[in-house]
């Protein structure tokens, strides 16, 4: 999988525009059961997602998932994710995807 996604975070996640697409969450790892993880993102909201098997799950990690809203509602389909590390500023990074990006689009597409 290549090339340059949408940035979401999980309010935008949960809109219908959002269903079927593929796009990127960036969030915290709160809980994981082998088959689902809880991931609060970056705007606070907690999304669910079903993961693969060979997912590597460390609560309190930041990681950037890539995936996509499925048609059950309330869970995405991560297809990989990428780690961010401890100390990623979940704020600054919404604030960027919520005011910054909209503005410079076209310098990050």
Do not use: W
Not at 53 to 75: I, K, M, W, Y
């Amino acid at each position: 999988m290549s090339g340059q996604f949408p940035r979401l975070n999980g309010e935008m996640a949960k809109g219908k525009e959002a269903l079927g697409k593929i796009f990127s969450i960036v969030g915290e790892m709160v809980s994981c059961d082998g088959t689902y993880l809880t991931l609060k993102a970056s705007d606070g909201v907690p999304l669910i997602y079903a993961i693969p098997a060979h997912f590597n799950f460390e609560q309190g990690r930041v990681v950037e998932v890539v995936g996509a809203l499925t048609s059950d509602p309330g869970t995405l389909e991560a297809f990989i994710s990428r780690d961010l590390g401890m100390d990623f500023d979940l704020k600054l990074y919404n604030d960027f995807i919520t005011k910054v990006l909209p503005q410079h689009e076209r310098y990050f597409s």
